[in-house]
């Protein structure tokens, strides 16, 4: 069965490490306006910068420039300052499983 194009669906499956999903999430960032799934395809190694640039400019809402933030300081190594703003982030939006999961790889350093 094909991997999803659906990009809550992608996401999801890449941090569930659902078998093919990453290369259907790297794909489908190629065109994506998405900014949770262009954030999620950014933290794929080696890395693409260029796909939190892309985040950032399709954040439209508040919401979305914190998800791009606290991607950021984590690719950027501030892992401290990635927990402080994914912290305040789930205490608005407890359902941002990507937030969560970018909070747990900077726990892991």
Do not use: K, N, W, Y
Not at 1 to 11: G, K, N, R, S, Y
Not at 46 to 74: F, I, K, N, Y
Request: hydrophobic share 50%.
């Amino acid at each position: 069965m094909a991997p999803t194009t659906d990009p809550h669906q992608l996401v999801r499956g890449f941090i569930a490490d659902t078998a093919g999903t990453t290369d259907a999430l790297v794909e489908a960032a190629c065109t994506s306006r998405d900014p949770a799934l262009l954030v999620a395809a950014a933290l794929v190694p080696p890395g693409r910068p260029e796909l939190l640039v892309r985040a950032a400019a399709a954040a439209l809402c508040t919401r979305d420039r914190q998800l791009v933030a606290v991607a950021s300081a984590h690719l950027r190594g501030d892992h401290d300052r990635a927990l402080l703003l994914a912290r305040d982030h789930l205490a608005d939006h407890p359902d941002a499983v990507l937030v969560a999961h970018i909070a747990a790889l900077s726990t892991r350093r």
